[in-house]
């Protein structure tokens, strides 16, 4: 073999290993604009030093003065919770418990999503929501000789025909803790007509891995080791509740056989994946304040990036409602009210009641 053909060779084999390590990536999220430079929390853990040299007081022992690295008494797997922050489950809705209050988290949860690749079309703290803008996940696109070769000098070229973007919420709890939801919304862009000459962005089912992968992430940022925090949302109780779509009173509603706390919860996500506007909320009246565009409304301007990214002139025409959620004993009854809070059994109210019952099973 000539000197020529070993270098060929030994080209392709660095290639096709680099390729099998960016494979092991699951997200990997560009910003589209480039967000500023950030400077650390001071509320984020700081990395361990070494205190192999530090003047300790008490009792000594040689296990003691290691290198750093935990004993196998001290590391705990799969805990319950980490530090200040649990995992809360039900079926395949995951949530963090932290804590600490909501106005210690908002500035650590924004540089999350920036570092993270994504900038953020919402940011309303005293709603406690956040949004970002849709982006693409760039380990999705095959990673192939060509691709990793071309890709390093043409990355734009490639592109994914799927778009996400996430929301987070918090909801101040019991004691002092923060509850942190994050929700995520997809887009898939597929061929209009059969010619394949044009292409339509239509939205894609909600991916509850995504979710995961993020509130473990988070978990890392907000101080959790990273093997822990992995097992913990892994390993957190998927048991969920019977959910049903009946009638009352002549009202379409939702049953769940579950308290007010977890049910609020639930339904609040629900809303956020099913792309609801959720304008405000109050917990004590158990009542959430939306906006609604039936389907079938074209509020999407011509262009790709509005159809995609922007926001429609024709927004004031979605309804208004309020989804109420009222428990009894161990049963919560999930209903829809008009937007002056009267209820109503219309074909969109029926709808609604449809959509969200569909996502809490």
């Known amino acids: 073999m000539n000197q020529i053909s070993k270098l060929a060779v030994l080209g392709v084999a660095i290639s096709l290993a680099a390729c099998s390590v960016i494979e092991t990536e699951k ?14 929390p ?20 040689a296990s003691s003065l290691n290198s750093g690295k935990p004993s196998a008494s001290d590391t705990v797997i799969a805990a319950n919770a980490i530090a200040d922050i649990r995992v809360e489950r039900a079926g395949n809705t995951r949530w963090l418990v932290v804590n600490r209050p909501p106005e210690k988290l908002w500035d650590s949860l924004r540089d999350f999503w920036q570092d993270n690749g994504f900038t953020l079309s919402v940011d309303e703290s005293n709603l406690g929501i956040m949004e970002t803008d849709w982006n693409e996940n760039r380990a999705k696109i095959p990673q192939d000789f060509i691709r990793n070769a071309i890709g390093k000098v043409f990355d734009s070229v490639y592109s994914t025909p799927e778009r996400d973007k996430f929301r987070t919420r918090l909801e101040r709890g019991a004691n002092g803790t923060t509850e942190i939801y994050i929700v995520h919304r997809g887009m898939l862009e597929i061929f209009a007509t059969e010619k394949k000459e044009s292409t339509v962005w239509q939205p894609r089912p909600a991916d509850p891995e995504l979710e995961a992968e993020f509130l473990q992430r988070l978990m890392v940022r907000l101080g959790s080791g990273k093997d822990q925090a992995k097992a913990q949302v892994a390993s957190a109780s998927a048991k969920a509740p019977l959910v049903v779509a009946t009638t009352e009173g002549g009202q379409s509603v939702v049953r769940l056989e579950e308290g007010f706390d977890r049910a609020w919860r639930r339904v609040g996500l629900a809303l956020d994946r099913s792309g609801f506007t959720v304008e405000d909320r109050d917990r004590k009246q158990g009542i959430y304040f939306v906006r609604y565009v039936p389907v079938g409304t074209d509020v999407q301007q011509p262009g790709f990036f509005s159809k995609l990214f922007g926001n429609s002139d024709k927004a004031s025409e979605a309804l208004k409602y309020q989804i109420a959620v009222r428990t009894t004993g161990t049963t919560t009854l999930v209903s829809v009210l008009d937007g002056k809070g009267n ?19």
């Open 27 to 40: 997200v990997n999220y560009r910003s589209t604009r480039k967000a500023p430079s950030l400077d650390v």
């Open 42 to 61: 001071p509320d984020l853990t700081q990395l361990t030093r070494d205190s192999r040299y530090a003047i300790v007081g008490g009792a000594v022992s």
């Open 343 to 361: 209820a109503t059994n219309s074909e969109t109210a029926q709808r609604i009641v449809k959509v969200v019952a569909d996502d809490l099973k």
